[in-house]
């Protein structure tokens, strides 16, 4: 079975930091690409962050950009997103994402919040 549990949310103050991780397991995660997508309350989707099969590569939306940083430990099988200089704005349920060609895969999400 495949499963991708979000854990790292929780309250903090704007300025702050969080590191959010998503433990995969139940397929290869080493040959999956692996993304951070979040949705805010009222929005639609918006993809945040995205890292490469092998770590190699990573790729960020302009409104977290020098802010957060993906990475990945292909050994552990688990995906981060270090969160830093947290605003309102960046509050969201964050769910990680693995994709390869057709397959698709998401998480159950965690809730961010920012607030003071």
């Known amino acids: 079975e495949v499963q991708l549990v979000e854990s790292g949310g929780g309250m903090v103050q704007p300025g702050g930091s969080l590191t959010l991780s998503c433990a995969a397991s139940?397929?290869?995660?080493?040959?999956?690409?692996m993304s951070w997508v979040r949705q805010a309350p009222g929005k639609g989707p918006e993809w945040v962050s995205a890292?490469?099969?092998?770590?190699?590569?990573?790729y960020y939306a302009d409104s977290v950009k020098g802010r957060f940083t993906i990475s990945r430990d292909n050994a552990k099988n688990t995906l981060y997103l270090q969160m830093n200089n947290l605003k309102p704005e960046d509050t969201a349920v964050y769910y990680c994402r693995a994709t390869r060609g057709s397959y698709d895969y998401w998480g159950q999400g965690t809730q961010v919040t920012v607030s003071s």
């Open positions: 890292i490469n099969s092998d770590g190699g590569r990573t």
């Open positions: 139940g397929f290869t995660f080493s040959s999956y690409d």
